[in-house]
C-alpha cells in the first residue's frame, strides 16, 4: 500500500544550525502538508504543496516538492528554540484522499 | 489558540467504565475526525464524519462509538477499554479536502 517515509527520526541542533527533514512516497501525492507539533501539544498545519517542484518559504522554514511530486522536504534555517517539536509530512491516499502520515522528524535543540 | 474544542483534557478511566470524549467546531467545516496518537508516533486515522454521515472507519473496534449530534459537534463514546489505548486523542476539521486540518488540543486518556 501507500507509504511515505520521513528521515530523519530525530535531528539534533546546536540554537543557529540549520534543520532538515525528508519525506518520500511510494506514490506521486496530489499534494503534501506540513505539520508541527510541540512537546505535548498538538499537531499544527504549517503549509500545503501542490504543484511540482514548488518551493515556498515562511520566514526561517522552506518548504520544497519535488518535481514527481514524490519527495518533499522542509528546511529551517538558524533553529531557535522556538522550533522545538516534531516535524510531520502527510500526503492523501490516492482511494479515499485521507492523509497518510510520516513518522515525523523530532528537532532538538542541544544545550 | 485553537477554533476546534476539546473536552476533557485529561481524563482516567477504568476498564469496565463508560465515558465520552467531545469535540466542537464552530468554522462550518464539513468535515470532522477522531484521531488516536500513542507517544513518539504520527497520528492514527480512526473515524471521519463528512456533513455529519460517517464517511470513514478504519476497523476500529467497537469499543470506541464515534457520534455526529449535528455539523459542529463529535462525540467518541468509550467503553470497556484497555490500558493499550491509552493515547491523546485528537478531533479535527476540514473545510474540503484534502485540505488543512484543524486538529484541537486532545484529550489524554489513560485506562488503568
Known amino acids: 500500500g501507500q507509504q511515505v517515509m520521513q528521515i530523519p527520526q530525530y535531528q539534533h541542533v546546536q540554537e543557529g544550525e540549520d534543520f532538515t527533514t525528508y519525506c518520500n512516497s511510494s506514490t506521486t501525492l496530489s499534494n503534501i502538508q506540513w505539520y508541527k507539533q510541540r512537546p505535548g501539544g498538538h499537531p499544527v498545519f504549517l503549509i500545503q504543496l501542490v504543484k511540482s517542484g514548488e518551493v515556498k518559504k515562511q520566514k526561517r522554514l522552506t518548504f520544497q516538492f519535488g518535481e514527481a511530486k514524490k519527495n518533499s522536504s522542509l528546511h529551517i534555517t538558524a533553529t531557535q528554540t522556538t522550533d522545538v517539536g516534531t516535524y510531520f509530512c502527510?500526503?492523501?491516499?490516492?482511494?479515499?484522499?485521507?492523509?497518510?502520515w510520516g513518522a515525523g522528524t523530532k528537532l532538538i535543540i542541544k544545550p | 489558540d485553537t477554533e476546534v474544542t476539546q473536552t476533557p483534557k485529561h481524563l482516567v478511566m477504568g476498564m469496565t467504565n463508560k465515558k465520552s470524549l467531545k469535540c466542537e467546531q464552530h468554522m462550518g467545516h464539513r468535515a470532522m475526525y477522531w484521531y488516536k496518537q500513542k507517544a513518539k508516533k504520527p497520528p492514527e486515522l480512526m473515524f471521519v464524519y463528512s456533513y455529519e454521515k460517517l464517511s470513514i472507519n478504519e476497523s476500529v473496534p467497537s469499543r470506541f462509538s464515534p457520534e455526529c449530534p449535528n455539523s459542529s459537534l463529535l462525540n467518541l463514546h468509550l467503553h470497556a477499554l484497555q490500558p493499550e489505548d491509552s493515547a491523546l486523542y485528537l478531533c479535527a476539521s476540514e473545510d474540503r479536502g484534502p485540505g488543512e486540518l484543524f486538529f484541537g488540543e486532545g484529550s489524554r486518556l489513560t485506562v488503568l
Open positions: 502527510a500526503g492523501p491516499l490516492d482511494s479515499n484522499y485521507q492523509l497518510i
